[in-house]
C-alpha cells in the first residue's frame, strides 16, 4: 500500500504544482524584461518552497463523533477515494521505464562522441575540467553529470576565430562552474516523476533556457558593445550546427530560443528593482498564506474531517445475500500516525454476527493521511444492503453495501 499511498499524494499536490508551474513558464515568458533571467532562473526555489509548505505535518487531535462525514456506495458507484492499485503499478512502471531509458541515452551519447583527451590546449580555462575533442559534434559542449568534460569540435581553430572560441569557451565555463549538468539532472528527476502533467515539461523547458540566458548575461557582464555583437553571432552559429540534444545537457536552442536570447542580450541590465520587489512581495504573501492555510485550526474552531485515502469496500457473506439479509455494523478504530487503521472493534450489528467480520477485514485495509498524533475512537457504520433503500441516520459515518 505504499506505492498507493505515494500515488495518491502525488495526484493531490497537481493542482498546486500545475498553478506554480504555469506562473513559473509566463514569467520566463514575459517577465525577463522587466525581471532579468537570473532572477526570475533563482524564482524556481519558490516551487519546491511552496510544497513543503503546502505539507507541512499538523498537530491532529482525536477525531469526536459530532464531525464525521457520510458515504454512500450503490452496485453501480466505486469508492471515489480509493485509485486502484493497477493505475498505481502503472505508473511505477512507466516512470522506472522513463529513467531507464533516460539513462540509456545518456550512456549512448557520451559513447557515441568518441572522445579524444586533448593534451595541448592553447586557450585558458578557469576550470579543471579535462578538454576533449571530437568528430561528432558541430560546437563546444560540456558533457558529464558529476565530472564534467569540455568537448570540442575536432576543427575548433579553423572553425573560429580566437575572439570567438574565448567568448564560447567562456560560456561553457560557466556551465562547469555552476555544475549545470548534475542541476539539470535533478531537475529532469521530478519532470520524469510528473510526466503524465505536460505543464511540467514546459515547465523544464523554460528552465533550460533561462539557464541559458543566465549563463550569457554571466558572460557578457562587463563585455564591450563590439563583444556583445562577436557573442550573439556566435550563439547563431552555434545554434544552426547544433542538433537536438539531450535533456540533461545544455543546448544553444533552436531559432525561437535563439532569438529569445538574443532579445535578452540585447536588453541586459534593463530590470526594474521595483518589478523584482513586488514580485518577491506576492510571492512571499502567497507562501504565507499558504502556510497559514496549513495550520492547525484554533481551539473551539470546527473539528477536522478526515477521509481515507484508501478504502476497500467489504464483501458481502454469501449465505446473506442468499437469504437476502440487510444489516448494519457500527465499528470504532484507531487512526495511526501512519494513516493505519489499529483497534478495530465492533460496537453494535444487527443482526448480530452476521456481517462483522467482513466489516472488520475491510477496515483493518483502509488508509488515511499520515499526521503527527493520529486519530483516537473514530466511529463509522457500515450499512449493508441487498437493495437502494437504506435506513438513514445522523449518529455516525454510513457506508452503504451492496451485494
Given at each position: 500500500m505504499d506505492i498507493q499511498t505515494g500515488f495518491n499524494w502525488l495526484i493531490e499536490q497537481q493542482l498546486l504544482l500545475s498553478i506554480l508551474f504555469c506562473g513559473f513558464i509566463l514569467l520566463e515568458r514575459f517577465g525577463l524584461k522587466p525581471l532579468g533571467a537570473r532572477f526570475v532562473y533563482k524564482l524556481a526555489w519558490l516551487m519546491p518552497a511552496a510544497i513543503v509548505i503546502a505539507n507541512l505535518p499538523n498537530t491532529i487531535k482525536p477525531l469526536q463523533n459530532s464531525n464525521i462525514s457520510h458515504y454512500l456506495i450503490t452496485p453501480n458507484q466505486p469508492f471515489t477515494h480509493e485509485m486502484g492499485i493497477s493505475w498505481a503499478l502503472m505508473y511505477v512502471l512507466i516512470t522506472a521505464g522513463l529513467l531507464i531509458a533516460s539513462f540509456i541515452t545518456h550512456t549512448r551519447f557520451v559513447k557515441s562522441l568518441q572522445l579524444t583527451e586533448l593534451t595541448h590546449f592553447n586557450h585558458t580555462l578557469t576550470t579543471s575540467a579535462k578538454t576533449y575533442i571530437s568528430q561528432h559534434v558541430a560546437t563546444p559542449m560540456v558533457v558529464g553529470i558529476f565530472q564534467s568534460k569540455l568537448v570540442l569540435p575536432s576543427d575548433y581553430n579553423t572553425h573560429f576565430d580566437k575572439a570567438t572560441l574565448a567568448l564560447i569557451l567562456e560560456h561553457e565555463n560557466v556551465h562547469i562552474k555552476r555544475k549545470d549538468n548534475l542541476t539539470n539532472a535533478f531537475m529532469l528527476l521530478p519532470t520524469i516523476l510528473l510526466w503524465f502533467n505536460p505543464l511540467a515539461w514546459f515547465c523544464y523547458a523554460s528552465m533550460r533556457r533561462l539557464q541559458e540566458l543566465t549563463c550569457d548575461e554571466r558572460v557578457l557582464a562587463n563585455k564591450t558593445t563590439h563583444q556583445h555583437i562577436l557573442y550573439s553571432k556566435a550563439l547563431v552559429n552555434c545554434a544552426a550546427a547544433t542538433p537536438a540534444g539531450l535533456m540533461a545537457y545544455s543546448h544553444y536552442g533552436d531559432k525561437k530560443t535563439m532569438l529569445q536570447r538574443l532579445t535578452n542580450i540585447k536588453h541586459s541590465g534593463s530590470s526594474s528593482r521595483l518589478a523584482k520587489g513586488g514580485l518577491l512581495l506576492v510571492a512571499a504573501?502567497?507562501?504565507s498564506t499558504l502556510a497559514i492555510a496549513e495550520q492547525p485550526q484554533a481551539e473551539g474552531a470546527k473539528e477536522e474531517h478526515?477521509?481515507?485515502?484508501?478504502?476497500?469496500?467489504?464483501?458481502y457473506p454469501a449465505q446473506a445475500a442468499k437469504q437476502g439479509i440487510s444489516g448494519s455494523v457500527v465499528l470504532?478504530?484507531?487512526?495511526?500516525?501512519?494513516?493505519?487503521?489499529?483497534?478495530?472493534?465492533?460496537i453494535q450489528s444487527k443482526p448480530s454476527d452476521v456481517f462483522d467480520k467482513s466489516a472488520k477485514e475491510a477496515l483493518a485495509k483502509w488508509e488515511y493521511k499520515k499526521s503527527e498524533a493520529g486519530f483516537n475512537d473514530v466511529l463509522v457504520q457500515l450499512d449493508f444492503a441487498i437493495n437502494s433503500e437504506v435506513a438513514h441516520t445522523d449518529l455516525i459515518e454510513r457506508i452503504k453495501v451492496s451485494h
Open positions: 504573501s502567497m507562501l478526515i477521509s481515507p485515502i484508501i478504502r476497500i469496500e467489504p464483501h470504532k478504530y484507531d487512526i495511526a500516525a501512519n494513516g493505519r487503521t489499529k483497534n478495530i472493534s465492533v
